[in-house]
């Protein structure tokens, strides 16, 4: 991977590897840059979203997709209505909807961990994140009728896209029990279900694309990659004490 930023809430690393071309925009990825930010910045992300409803999606957007990648040059955070616009319909996001003790034990607060994922062009990225987010607490509280909020995330980019989990509290069960529906019916093409192995009925769900058009008809491959590297990316959050809380 060419570029990486890991985030958790107690520490936000921002790096990049030396760059290399992205052909479609030609642009560099920047050589060698770092920084970490504080656990309030990481909270902040978190209590930005959960005020989606009260502010607003669009709103929020831009100053969202900031503390995404603070500092960073390289992804694009203006959101004229053009940009705005493209980013909505350019996204392509998928999502595994789980149990959080799943990844962090039966005594986390966080009750469902959605693991996710975001194709969108490289640089912006950072404005898919925040489209993804922001959109994701409007839609599922428009399905489930019910207020949910935002408990923790952890995330990872590449020069591909963007992964991670988001998890939530308890309010999220009516939002998940609608997915599970649709996913039951065999003629919608954008829910269904993904089976890793050991949890063989995780609902699964797509915006932008239906399921076999996701990633140009290579879905199974990319969810169960970015399902993969998703575990992993909690796995060392908790290994190396980064304290996802």
């Not at 479609?24 to 930010?37: G, V």
């Not at 656990?39 to 959960?50: D, F, L, M, Y």
């Not at 390289?74 to 350019?90: C, D, F, N, P």
């Not at 005594?107 to 950072?126: E, N, Q």
Request: charged letters at 20%; glycine letters at 8%.
């Amino acid at each position: 991977m060419d570029r990486i930023v890991i985030f958790t809430l107690d520490l936000h690393i921002f790096s990049a590897r030396p760059g290399t071309h992205v052909d479609d925009l030609n642009l560099m990825l920047p050589h060698e840059e770092r920084c970490i930010l504080s656990k309030e910045t990481g909270r902040s992300i978190v209590q930005v979203a959960n005020v989606t409803l009260i502010i607003g999606a669009d709103a929020i957007l831009r100053p969202l997709s900031f503390k995404l990648t603070p500092g960073s040059c390289y992804y694009v955070h203006e959101t004229t209505g053009a940009v705005s616009t493209h980013i909505r319909s350019v996204a392509q996001c998928g999502f595994i909807w789980k149990s959080a003790s799943r990844f962090l034990g039966e005594d986390h607060r966080a009750r469902y961990g959605v693991m996710f994922f975001v194709l969108a062009p490289t640089p912006l990225l950072s404005l898919g994140l925040s489209y993804m987010i922001t959109h994701f607490m409007e839609l599922y509280y428009l399905k489930g009728g019910k207020t949910f909020s935002l408990v923790d995330i952890t995330y990872e980019f590449d020069v591909r896209g963007v992964f991670g989990v988001l998890f939530f509290d308890e309010n999220l069960g009516p939002a998940y029990e609608w997915v599970v529906d649709r996913a039951l019916d065999e003629n919608d093409m954008e829910h269904g279900f993904y089976g890793d192995g050991v949890d063989t009925c995780s609902p699964f769900s797509a915006w932008n694309c239906t399921i076999p058009q996701f990633a140009n008809g290579n879905a199974n491959d990319l969810i169960g990659e970015f399902h993969i590297r998703s575990e992993i990316l909690v796995d060392q959050a908790v290994i190396e004490e980064f304290n996802i809380h």
